[in-house]
């Protein structure tokens, strides 16, 4: 019986993690780069994103042409996203045409041509990026969280970076970068589907050199979170916003019970905050919460959007739910309606192969190692109300809370 997991650190450094589904036919398989704004140089911020889009541009053995027609040929997928803390490239493919995914991306990430031409065009369509997600208030409104709550340490920097950052990057900057960051001891090979762990780690040590290790300097941790206002003016309709305080980061056990939390405050159409401002009151079509978490930091927010009539009311009732699940928790009823949702979602959710790569890199990332999902559940399972209460007690500090918000503010 084949195992599920498995597990390869190459001299140089890299990783490769796999997870063996036999029911699939298919294998999804991702490069992910340990980069991200917190690594950026001062003034070059975008810059690991932009790589990322560059990455698509050609290689020295492959235009960019050949390398979607290669993929397309099979029928697979490919495709690759930029978060805080990592960059990937990622195909899905038939299981038979893995070889082929693994010398695609592998090329791409060893051997990209970042021809001058390629990039001054490429910069155009991330400053269309740039600008369309300006155009995009309830969009725009989450990536000001993160600015907002850590501004000026790195990690508050802007994902997409700025029309002046990303405007005056050079070819010499970008390859500089690349240098640095893009090297074997901070790359994860992730692959998910019907794959043998063995046969992908020996393709991987084939395509990167087995003594070119590399390094990278540390970064720091967060500064301790203060309560801040961002209000940004625009001519919208709504106001769109969000109420942000500090959390628990990836890999605290503390954020299981925050998960609780957040599946009864707000995570969907019966929590309280959906069920107070949306059903009883009318208020507001969109309301809800969410966590993000990163190495060392993270945070719950709050969301909404409402009319600018209603915004006062709407944040006043915000904070009084947030407040009142403080105070008294949840309910028995509530607790264990949670718990059964998140076990649901999680299934439902890891149903691709794609999303298995995804969570798999999360575990190598934050925690050094692949699991089951089953074992994140068991500790789901065995929360307490106790727990729930502490995790609540710890992260709703009004004092520390973050109002982001954008609308027609003085007009």
């Not at 969000?242 to 056990?253: H, I, K, N, V």
């Amino acid at each position: 019986m084949v195992p599920p997991f498995g597990k390869t650190v190459l001299p140089n450094g890299l990783r490769v993690v796999t997870e063996h589904m036999p029911s699939a036919e298919s294998v999804a398989l991702g490069l992910f780069v340990t980069a991200g704004p917190e690594k950026e140089p001062t003034g070059c911020e975008g810059i690991t994103h932009f790589i990322e889009h560059s990455l698509f541009k050609g290689t020295h053995r492959r235009s960019a042409r050949q390398i979607a027609e290669e993929v397309d040929s099979v029928g697979g997928e490919l495709n690759g996203f930029t978060e805080r803390e990592c960059t990937c490239i990622y195909a899905r493919v038939l299981a038979e045409h893995l070889p082929l995914a693994v010398d695609v991306l592998c090329d791409m990430l060893l051997n990209p041509s970042f021809r001058p031409d390629d990039l001054e065009r490429e910069k155009q369509v991330v400053l269309d990026e740039i600008r369309q997600y300006e155009d995009t208030p309830h969009e725009l409104v989450h990536e000001l969280v993160p600015q907002t709550m850590w501004e000026g340490h790195p990690l508050g920097r802007a994902l997409l970076g700025s029309v002046g950052s990303i405007e005056s990057l050079t070819p010499e900057e970008v390859r500089s970068y690349f240098a640095q960051e893009y090297h074997p001891a901070n790359i994860i090979a992730v692959a998910a589907g019907r794959v043998e762990h063995k046969c992908l780690a020996d393709m991987m040590a084939h395509a990167f050199s087995a003594d070119d290790p590399g390094g990278s300097d540390p970064v720091t941790d967060p500064p301790p979170v203060t309560g801040r206002e961002k209000l940004v003016a625009r001519r919208t309709e709504q106001v769109h916003f969000c109420l942000a305080t500090p959390a628990f980061p990836e890999a605290d056990d503390a954020r299981y019970p925050l998960a609780i939390v957040d599946e009864v405050l707000g995570a969907g159409a019966s929590s309280r905050l959906f069920q107070e401002i949306r059903e009883s009151r009318g208020l507001a079509y969109g309301v809800g919460s969410y966590t993000m978490a990163f190495r060392r930091a993270g945070a719950f927010v709050i969301t909404a959007s409402v009319s600018p009539s209603n915004l006062a009311k709407v944040l006043e009732l915000s904070r009084a739910e947030r407040e009142r699940f403080r105070r008294d928790g949840p309910t028995d009823a509530e607790l264990a309606r949670a718990k059964e949702h998140i076990k649901g979602s999680a299934a439902l959710a890891l149903e691709t192969t794609g999303a298995r790569v995804r969570r798999l890199a999360g575990c190598e990332m934050y925690w050094g190692r692949p699991f089951p999902v089953e074992e994140s559940l068991a500790k789901i399972e065995a929360v307490k109300r106790a727990d729930v209460m502490a995790a609540a007690e710890q992260v709703f500090d009004p004092g520390r809370e973050n109002y982001v918000a954008i609308g027609p503010f003085g007009s």
